[in-house]
């Protein structure tokens, strides 16, 4: 595997900065906005990156969870091909009679746009990525790709079990990931990248979600106790950072851990708070659970999606308005204005740029813009249902709603 940044892992050789995850398959409440994902997801957490630019190699290692709700989305015209490109519909087949997505298939000739497919079955609903890889999973299984051969091997088999695989997470040499379960669950885990042996359970409740790495800890969120919590990567005690709280999305950077929740009845908002934060009890009230240096970043009564970060910027969905926000200054723009993606948009920022799915229902766009949002254009035209985006150094990766995983290069 290549030296570089992935996914929020940090080591001393790959200098990890970020790490995103996802919402899961059950929202976890009712938003305001129609949630098609996710890892997460719609939200995305998005893709890895340092805070200075693009850590290459497989720095921008994305943690995307898509737990779509492909039924709850309205069949619509899928976009229309400019004169002389591709045929677009190649990419958006449309449902079948149940009103499931159908997949897209790779014939002879390329797909528009430059598309790959890189996993074309097996219902993966969370992935990430490597420069190298790409690791995924559906219920009861994680899968390896190789990405120079193709090559896809399952390197753990839960299929006898009644438990469910929620996250993924990898530095340079593990992969993490999160079981929900009651039967002998695995909990919070790493095991071998090659899986060449047992995953061994680092600790945490019966129901963790959202995961990252950061150094030497892997963070969670703990959906039995209503807490974001830590974790040393060699096993250990449980450090609640954050009581009282349900992120919809869980991005790590910049040293904070920035998460989307419900904070009321009406409000949603966008959090931040430092990955050495204590909260002074689990469960001893308020919004925060105690914990001191909690920040509201923005908020609405109309959704909050995303977040990822790059270079010093946040970006995230506020209501129908993609929001790009200085950590520097403090100041939020919009980059894009009512941009009719669906739901809680997915959102990847690497290099210096920023990915995004807007428009056209069931089939939008993948548009590829600045980081100041200048030089807006479509990466990839009618992708169906885009719940998940991840890059690596070269490609963004593009989980959809037929349960594929394809790429394009960035």
């Not at 719609?42 to 200075?52: E, G, H, L, R, T």
């Not at 995924?136 to 390197?155: C, E, F, P």
């Not at 209503?226 to 060699?234: H, K, M, Q, S, T």
């Not at 659970?289 to 970006?315: R, Y």
């Amino acid at each position: 595997m290549s030296v570089g940044l992935v996914l929020g892992q940090r080591f001393q050789l790959w200098q990890p900065t970020l790490a995103c995850t996802m919402p899961p398959m059950q929202s976890r409440r009712a938003s305001a906005l129609s949630i098609l994902v996710t890892a997460t997801i719609v939200s995305a957490c998005s893709s890895q990156s340092s805070q200075n630019g693009d850590a290459s190699v497989a720095s921008d290692a994305v943690v995307a969870d898509v737990r779509s709700q492909a039924n709850d989305v309205p069949q619509s015209t899928r976009d229309a091909a400019t004169p002389g490109s591709p045929e677009v519909a190649t990419l958006c087949p449309g449902t079948d009679e149940y009103g499931h997505a159908r997949p897209i298939t790779a014939g002879p000739t390329s797909l528009p746009d430059g598309v790959e497919l890189v996993v074309a079955s097996g219902s993966p609903y969370v992935m990430v990525v490597t420069d190298n890889e790409v690791y995924w999973a559906t219920q009861r299984s994680i899968h390896r790709v190789n990405l120079a051969d193709g090559a896809d091997k399952v390197i753990l088999d839960r299929g006898s079990l009644d438990n469910t695989i929620e996250y993924l997470a990898v530095d340079a040499t593990n992969l993490y990931f999160t079981e929900v379960g009651l039967n002998n669950e695995y909990r919070v885990a790493k095991m071998a990248l090659d899986g060449s042996k047992a995953p061994v359970t680092l600790g945490g409740s019966n129901s963790p979600w959202e995961i990252a790495v950061e150094g030497d800890y892997v963070y969670y969120f703990d959906a039995q106790l209503n807490e974001i919590d830590r974790l040393p990567i060699a096993g250990g005690t449980v450090t609640t950072l954050a009581g009282n709280v349900k992120p919809d999305s869980f991005c790590l950077a910049n040293g904070h851990i920035y998460f989307t929740d419900q904070v009321t009845p009406t409000e949603d908002a966008l959090l931040s708070i430092a990955l050495d934060a204590v909260a002074s009890s689990a469960v001893d009230g308020g919004v925060d659970g105690g914990t001191s240096g909690l920040v509201k970043l923005a908020s609405n009564n109309a959704g909050i999606g995303g977040p990822s970060f790059d270079a010093g910027n946040l970006f995230y969905s506020d209501g129908s308005n993609l929001m790009r926000m200085s950590m520097q200054t403090g100041k939020a723009t919009a980059l894009q204005t009512q941009y009719s993606a669906i739901g809680s948009s997915p959102i990847a920022a690497a290099g210096g740029r920023v990915y995004w799915a807007s428009g056209n229902g069931d089939c939008p766009n993948i548009i590829r813009a600045n980081a100041d949002g200048s030089a807006q254009a479509v990466l990839a035209h009618s992708l169906q249902w885009p719940s998940a985006l991840a890059t690596n150094s070269t490609h963004l990766f593009i989980l959809t709603g037929s349960r594929q995983i394809l790429r394009v290069p960035r």
